[in-house]
């Protein structure tokens, strides 16, 4: 199941992209599937909604949106900045 891959690279990019602020400051994150991929939505969204509620995220929520194309893409990260 390579969609657990795909999660878990969604991850380190969301990650990455929130630093210097701890991955808990993750509000939610919004993925673009496009509809060209090889991947099983239902099992990717499993896969992230698992390790999004588990530290060091605590349940940042997901947004899945489907696109034309073959792009798969962390679109935008809601980030609680603590102001």
């Known amino acids: 199941m390579h969609e657990f891959s795909v999660a878990l690279e969604i991850c380190r990019i969301a990650e990455a ?10 509000v939610s994150v919004g993925v673009e599937i496009g509809e060209g ?18 530290p060091p ?3 940042a929520a997901l947004a899945v ?7 798969l893409r962390v679109a935008w990260l809601e980030v609680d900045d603590g102001r």
């Not at 992209?17 to 993750?26: D, E, F, G």
């Not at 991929?37 to 588990?54: M, Q, R, W």
């Not at 949106?65 to 073959?70: A, H, I």
Request: glycine share 2%; charged share 25%.
């Open 57 to 59: 995220f605590e349940r």
């Open 17 to 26: 992209q929130a630093a210097p602020r701890p991955a808990s400051a993750i």
């Open 37 to 54: 991929t090889d991947l099983v939505v239902e099992n990717l969204n499993f896969c992230l909604e698992t390790l999004l509620a588990s």
């Open 65 to 71: 949106e489907r696109v034309p194309g073959n792009d």
